[in-house]
């Protein structure tokens, strides 16, 4: 262990910027291997603040709370859009992981797009639109396209599909005539994410690529091991290293992948400079999960072995299986002895709204997706058949 003599051990104090249920689950992960932890976040209600040892409920940049984060042993973010500037800041103070420069590229399409292609990656064909004189005819060739705002987008939210240049006019408009790019649609075959763990150029390990299907523009489940042939998903292994390494990074990166055309051509769709929402498989099916994995690094350990112990399903739970009042009937989630719940606490339910998930193990790919869309039609139903119960009553 020489190598790692200047790492941060347990009991020192960690931090971290966000404390939604990513947040919460990096918490978890870091008390559970003896370290305390700090959380920043504006929401009192903030799911990682039940676990952590100390709730600092600021704005992400205000300077009082900034100066207490300065003051633990590392520091790490939970979502992109926290201010790159405030962790280039506080990485004059303590270790930050991952540097202020690699979360600023992951908060902006146009960046990300550029240094998927410095490091020799494939992106969907684009063009950047800032102004409105940038939309002319010759943007025909990306269309029928996906509009995207360059900054702010997640779940789908801040897209405009465009069929024609009047159509892509008209939603430049309705994004409010801020930085987008126009993304050619392409034809999916699949969707895919490798999680990539990377200490530097000698340590590093990736979680086996999950196959992610997406509902309305969310992920609803990521099947693992994806359903493709083993020399693609290498190639993807290699691909989301390339990338980490060419970005120099230190901490956990998620790369989304489109498997495109009959010869599987792999493209690089975005990066998100933190653990995943298609990586929460790696909790209940893997050696180690994302979370201790961002908890090491930013310690400066070596990423844990990260193997797959069983084939999986993980099915989000979004705020629409909640009847109107009550919750819903989680008695065949519970009931069934390979599904593994999890739930974030959140107080407020919305539609859309990511309140929790489930993981299924089995002995394949196709029975774990199987029995986890069939745990989560029950779900499903149950919302549906209390809501009609409490019509009847109403009646
Ligand atoms: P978000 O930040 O919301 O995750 P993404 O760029 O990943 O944004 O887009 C969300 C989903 O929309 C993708 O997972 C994919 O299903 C679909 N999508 C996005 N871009 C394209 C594209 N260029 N062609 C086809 N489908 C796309
Ligand atoms: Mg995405």
């Known amino acids: 262990m020489s190598r790692f003599s200047s790492c941060i051990l347990p009991p020192a104090m960690l931090g971290i910027l ?3 249920q990513l947040g919460a689950m990096f918490t978890v992960a870091a008390k559970t291997m003896g370290y305390q932890v700090t959380v920043l976040d504006p929401d009192p209600n903030a799911p990682a603040a039940q676990f952590a040892d100390r709730h600092l409920c600021s704005a992400f940049d205000d300077a009082d709370a900034l100066q207490h984060m300065a003051k633990c042993a590392a520091v790490t973010t939970e979502f992109e859009n926290v201010s790159a500037d405030s962790m280039r800041w506080l990485a004059q103070y303590t270790v930050v992981s991952p540097s202020g420069d690699c979360v600023a590229i992951a908060q902006d399409r146009q960046q990300e797009k550029e240094w998927i292609d410095r490091a020799g990656l494939v992106t969907v064909p684009y063009a950047v639109i800032s102004t409105e004189s940038d939309i002319d005819d010759s943007l025909k060739k990306l269309l029928p396209g996906i509009l995207k705002t360059a900054t702010l987008g997640y779940d789908g939210k801040g897209q405009k599909t465009v069929d024609s240049i009047a159509e892509l006019r008209e939603a430049f408009t309705q994004l409010q005539h801020v930085r987008c790019v126009l993304e050619k649609k392409v034809d999916l075959r699949a969707e895919i994410s490798v999680v990539v763990a990377r200490l530097n150029n000698q340590y590093a390990v990736c979680f086996p690529p999950a196959e992610n299907q997406h509902k309305n523009g969310i992920l609803a489940y990521s099947l ?9 998903l290498k190639q993807a292994e290699n691909m989301a290293f390339k990338l980490a390494q060419a970005m120099n990074y230190q901490g956990v990166l998620a790369v989304e992948m489109f498997v495109v055309g009959n010869d599987m051509q792999l493209i690089v769709n975005e990066i998100a400079p933190r653990p995943h929402n298609s990586g929460h498989y790696t909790l209940d099916a893997c050696i180690s999960d994302q979370f201790q994995q961002q908890v090491r690094l930013m310690c400066g350990l070596p990423p844990a072995a990260s193997d797959l112990l069983k084939p999986c399903c993980m099915a989000n739970i979004l705020g629409d299986v909640w009847p109107e009042n009550g919750e819903p009937d989680w ?3 519970l009931n ?3 599904a593994c719940l999890h739930l974030y606490g ?3 339910v919305r539609p859309g709204r990511k309140m929790g998930h489930f993981t299924v193990l089995a002995e ?8 986890a869309r069939d745990l989560h039609l029950h779900l499903q139903n149950s919302a549906q058949n209390s809501c009609s119960t409490a019509l009847d009553k109403s009646c």
């Open 346 to 348: 959140k107080k407020q």
């Open 364 to 371: 394949n790919t196709d029975q774990a997706w199987q029995t």
């Open 336 to 338: 069934h002895k390979t």
């Open 331 to 333: 008695n065949a989630v």
């Open 18 to 20: 966000g404390g939604g």
């Open 224 to 232: 693992v091991p994806a359903r493709l042939p083993q020399a693609i």
